[in-house]
C-alpha cells in the first residue's frame, strides 16, 4: 500500500505478488477493495497492481472536470513511477473505457487487454435504463444501509443476493469509509458521458478479451459485444444470468477465464534466489 504523485494528484496503489505484471482498474466511484475476488487469485501468478482512479477511494479527488484520457495518462504514469511495462490490463466498467484509452494512447504499454463490464460510448452505446438511472441517483439521498441494501440490487441477481446478502452488505460497511464524494462520482460520471473509442476500436492491438454478464443493468451486455465486433479478434465471454457485479457473482469462473486469457503467452516466473 502506497502513494504516488501523478499528473498533479496524489494516487493510491497495492502491489501484490510476483511475475508479468497485471494492472487492475476499478469504475465508477469503485476501488481497489472493489477486486477482492480477483487479487487472490492472479497474484499467485502474477505481479497485481491495483490502485484508485482520482476520484475514488484513497487518492485525492479535485473538483475540476476530468477525463478518460486524462485518467489513462494517470494509469501510464503510475506505470512509468514503477517502472513496469509492458502489462496486461483489466479494466472494470469506467476502468474498462480507461483502459481501452490506455491501450489506444501507449499501445507498447498493453500486452493483453481485459474489459469487463464496459462500453465504447458514442452514438451506439445502450445505457442503463431510467429506472436504473433514478435509482442510482436516488442513492445519495438514502441512509447508508438502505444505500447499500439498493446498490446490491442493481449489481447482483435476485438469487445471488438472496443467499449472500449479510455478507455483501458486511463487506460493504467495512468499506464505507472510502466512499467517494458525490462531487468526485459527478466529474467521473461526467467524463464517461464524453467518452467514445467507436472509431478507434480498431486500433487496438492488443489481444483483447471482452467480459460481460447478461443480466447487466449498468452498462447492458449489448455493449459488450458491439467492443468485441470492434476490436480486431477480441473474444467476447457472457456469464449467464450475472449482473455489473459479476466480478464477484461469478468470480470463478472469471478469474479461470481471465487466467486462461493471460496465460496463452505467459513468460513463467524465475524460481532463482
Request: charged share 15%.
Amino acid at each position: 500500500m502506497a502513494f504516488t504523485r501523478v499528473n498533479g494528484v496524489n494516487l493510491y496503489y497495492e502491489v501484490h505478488g510476483r511475475g508479468e505484471p497485471l494492472v487492475l482498474i476499478m469504475g465508477l466511484g469503485a476501488n481497489t477493495t472493489g477486486w477482492w475476488a480477483q487479487v487472490p487469485a492472479f497474484s499467485r501468478e502474477y505481479q497485481v497492481i491495483a490502485f484508485d482512479n482520482r476520484g475514488a477511494g484513497r487518492s485525492d479527488k479535485p473538483n475540476e472536470p476530468y477525463s478518460i484520457g486524462q485518467m489513462a495518462d494517470d494509469a501510464q504514469a503510475l506505470l512509468d513511477e514503477l517502472s513496469v511495462g509492458p502489462a496486461h490490463v483489466f479494466g472494470m466498467s469506467l476502468g474498462g473505457m480507461i483502459a481501452q484509452e490506455l491501450a489506444l494512447r501507449y499501445p507498447e504499454s498493453v500486452r493483453r487487454l481485459v474489459l469487463g463490464g464496459t462500453m465504447a460510448g458514442g452514438p451506439t452505446a445502450m445505457f442503463a435504463g431510467p429506472e436504473v438511472v433514478q435509482q442510482l441517483i436516488s442513492l445519495a439521498g438514502m441512509p447508508l444501509v438502505q444505500a447499500l441494501e439498493v446498490g446490491l440490487a442493481l449489481l447482483y441477481s435476485e438469487d445471488y443476493i438472496a443467499k449472500n446478502k449479510g455478507e455483501l452488505v458486511r463487506r460493504a460497511l467495512l468499506n464505507a469509509h472510502l466512499m467517494a464524494p458525490m462531487y468526485a462520482i459527478q466529474r467521473q460520471f461526467m467524463a464517461i458521458v464524453g467518452f467514445n473509442t467507436v472509431g478507434r476500436l480498431g486500433e487496438i492491438k492488443a489481444p483483447a478479451l471482452v467480459l460481460t454478464g447478461t443480466a447487466d443493468r449498468v452498462i447492458p451486455a449489448h455493449n459488450a459485444r458491439l467492443l468485441s465486433e470492434g476490436i480486431p479478434d477480441a473474444r467476447l465471454v457472457e456469464f449467464d444470468g450475472a449482473g455489473h457485479g459479476f466480478l464477484v457473482e461469478s468470480s470463478e469462473d472469471v478469474n479461470a477465464t481471465v487466467l486462461a486469457f493471460l496465460g496463452e503467452h505467459r513468460t513463467p516466473v524465475s524460481t532463482a534466489a
